[in-house]
């Protein structure tokens, strides 16, 4: 589902706004889907599947405006994501592995992915709407008529 949003939104949001920040200090439309790509890339790696070779992770969110580019970076880090879930075993859900000082399980991995890329949606959705675009789904649920309540009871 998280996939379809971001795709669906970056897809609506005109590419000259990728360069567009609320202010001089936070990351840009642009900056915003390619670091939800560079944490698709790279935090899988905890669960044994590595950075597809030649992602630039570093560098991955500064590393274009382009809408096109943009939007094929996101499709193939959701892919990325995918594959490493799907290769993942049931059993290796519990395996213990360090996580910023402390520990963690590889399911604990899956859930912070998971919550940091709805914070993203979140923000992508805040920034949309800021600059006057509907998000898609919203579009789609106002085009849909709507059921009259059921009459009360008397």
């Known amino acids: 589902i998280q996939e379809d949003k971001f795709l669906r939104l ?3 949001i005109p590419a000259e ?8 200090d936070v990351r840009s439309i642009a900056e915003v889907f390619l670091h939800v790509s560079a944490a698709n890339f790279n935090l899988y790696k905890l669960v044994g599947t ?6 630039d992770i570093k560098g991955l969110e500064k590393s274009t405006t382009d809408k096109t580019k943009v939007i094929a970076t996101l499709k193939n880090s959701f892919a ?12 290796d ?3 213990s592995l360090d996580w910023f000082g402390g520990k963690n399980t590889e399911r604990g991995v899956l859930l912070f992915v998971t919550r940091h890329a709805a914070e ?3 923000q992508s959705i805040a ?8 998000p898609p789904w919203t579009e789609d649920a106002q085009k849909q008529p709507q059921e009259a309540p059921p009459k009360a009871k008397q």
């Not at 706004?17 to 001089?24: D, I």
């Open 120 to 122: 993203h949606v979140g």
């Open 17 to 24: 706004k990728y360069t567009w920040r609320p202010s001089a």
């Open 50 to 55: 590595p950075p597809p070779d030649g992602v």
């Open 80 to 91: 990325h994501a995918r594959k490493a879930i799907t290769s993942m075993s049931d059993a």
């Open 93 to 95: 859900l519990d395996k």
């Open 10 to 12: 970056a897809e609506a």
């Open 127 to 134: 920034y949309a709407r800021f600059m006057g675009v509907v």
